[in-house]
């Protein structure tokens, strides 16, 4: 007499494989509505060109809370930026040259540092000797709502709050000069 348990046993592997998988997929729903929950509760939109992109707050290497709000009425480049970004890195210098130059014409820059510590970021800015201000999205929520995908990117919000101009990659002097500074004069 032959007893037929492979079948049963094959029926009982695949009943176990669909729990899984069905596990698997309520966790990835869970974690995506976690961060579409974040980013709305941030009052976070995805920056597109001639669109808001809200409003977020951040806290500042003082350990001060920043707004993007606080700046309303003057052209800020958001530049999303982390140590480890060999061209994040690299651009620094000339963002901080840009700063001072037209600061006075209404321009300020809020360096989104990515992920790292306080006393990292701090580092390195003091190293070069920023002047702009640089605020800490340590779990990344104020980028992910953004949309940025890549380092370093570099985002130019226009007095009213709106999306002037996005710059994925190194930002380079002629590119400061080609693409902000229309707009500050």
């Known amino acids: 007499m032959k007893i037929k348990k492979p079948v049963k046993n094959k029926k009982k592997r695949n009943r176990n494989v669909q729990i899984f998988v069905g596990m698997v997929v309520v966790l990835m729903v869970s974690v995506l509505l976690l961060s579409l ?10 920056a597109i060109l001639g669109k808001s ?22 052209y800020v480049l958001l530049n999303a930026w982390a140590t480890w970004c060999p061209p994040c890195r690299a651009e ?23 992920g790292e510590t306080r006393d990292i970021a701090a580092q390195f800015a ?16 104020v980028l992910n709502g ?4 890549g380092f370093p990117t570099s985002i130019l919000i226009d007095p009213d709050g709106k999306v002037a101009m996005i710059h994925i990659g190194m930002i380079f002097p002629e590119d400061l000069n080609n693409k902000v500074l229309p707009f500050l004069k």
């Open 37 to 46: 929950q974040n980013s709305q509760q941030a009052g976070i939109q995805k």
């Open 53 to 74: 992109v809200g409003d977020f707050a951040l806290t500042d290497l003082e350990g001060e809370t920043i707004h993007l709000s606080d700046y309303q009425g003057k």
């Open 92 to 114: 620094m210098p000339d963002l901080n040259e840009f700063y001072q130059a037209y600061q006075d014409k209404g321009f300020e820059i809020l360096a989104i540092n990515a």
């Open 126 to 141: 003091d190293s070069l000797g920023l002047e702009f201000k640089v605020v800490l999205d340590s779990d990344g929520t």
């Open 146 to 149: 953004l949309g940025i995908t």
